[in-house]
């Protein structure tokens, strides 16, 4: 499995985002991170992939483990060649290169052979990509290009996926068609680390679920539990039960001060 334990991270020997993260993504699961803007999801992908003394954040105590193998020391190269792929929250695709371009870029490294199964998958789980695989990606739908980061991360063949904010800014049809995607790319293999807003989506498509506030995780548990959750349903699915609104409000302002003291 891919496991942080007891996590710390600061930006600029200063500011402390990460407090004492605990997290799992076991083989062949899919695994939601939620939390609001601000929560440290992006700051613990970084620590995942190695990117964080590129924003000049550094881990200062925890560990974080590849099947067993530390890999809280490596770079970002060495990692994604562990078997770590990443989609950026922003899709981060290259708009003046083509299509096929920028997915032959997410295997730069790879051998002639492992590029074309690479190409061949991505065009596979993305047809609307094989259709426009000589055409400029700056001018693909939001939701393509969404696509098109996702089968670039893809063309490594990494073991786990790790997932930033994935909907972001797409229409509900294109949501349900990116869940769609990941799941089908959890049943061909890989593991997936699904960190989203959209706590409807990512607990529809995955087997347990985190919650992170201000650096901490809060709650752990099946996403079939916290889908039923009260505080969740409210704060995160918003569904309320007007009946119990005022109730529930006191409640979970007592809930958080407990969890963040």
């Known amino acids: 499995m891919l496991a942080v334990e007891n996590l710390e991270v600061v930006y600029e020997d200063v500011v402390l985002v990460l407090k004492g993260v605990t997290l799992e993504v076991p083989r062949g699961e899919v695994v939601a991170l939620l939390g609001a803007n601000g ?3 992006t700051t613990l992908l ?3 992939t190695g990117l964080l003394g590129v924003h000049r954040g550094s881990i200062t105590k925890g560990s974080v483990t590849l099947d067993g193998a530390a890999i809280d020391h490596l770079d970002a190269p060495h990692i994604v060649a562990a078997g770590i ?7 981060r695709i290259f708009a003046e290169f083509t299509v096929e371009e920028n997915l032959r870029i997410g295997a730069h490294t790879a051998g002639r052979a492992a590029v074309q199964s690479g190409l061949d998958r991505a065009y596979m789980l ?18 393509e290009q969404q696509m098109l980061a996702i089968g670039r ?14 909907s972001l800014g797409l229409a ?56 039923e959750d009260e505080d969740i349903r409210e704060f995160y699915l918003g569904l309320r ?7 529930r409000a006191v409640k979970h302002y007592k809930r958080r001060k407990r969890w963040l003291s």
């Not at 990509?129 to 739908?141: H, P």
């Open 85 to 91: 792929g990443q989609v950026m929250e922003g899709r």
């Open 153 to 166: 991360a893809l063309m490594t063949e990494p073991a786990y996926l790790l997932l930033d904010e994935p």
């Open 172 to 227: 509900p049809l294109m949501v349900r068609r990116i869940r769609d995607l990941i799941g089908e790319i959890n049943l061909q293999g890989t593991s997936i680390l699904l960190v989203e807003q959209n706590a409807a989506m990512a607990l529809s498509v995955a087997s347990h679920g985190y919650v992170l506030e201000t650096g901490k995780i809060v709650m752990d548990k099946p996403a079939a539990v916290l889908r």
């Open 39 to 41: 929560a440290g999801k």
């Open 46 to 48: 970084r620590a995942l």
């Open 126 to 143: 993305f047809p609307a990509l094989a259709n426009r695989r000589t055409q400029l990606a700056g001018y693909l739908s939001g939701g």
């Open 241 to 247: 039960d007007e009946g119990a609104a005022s109730f």
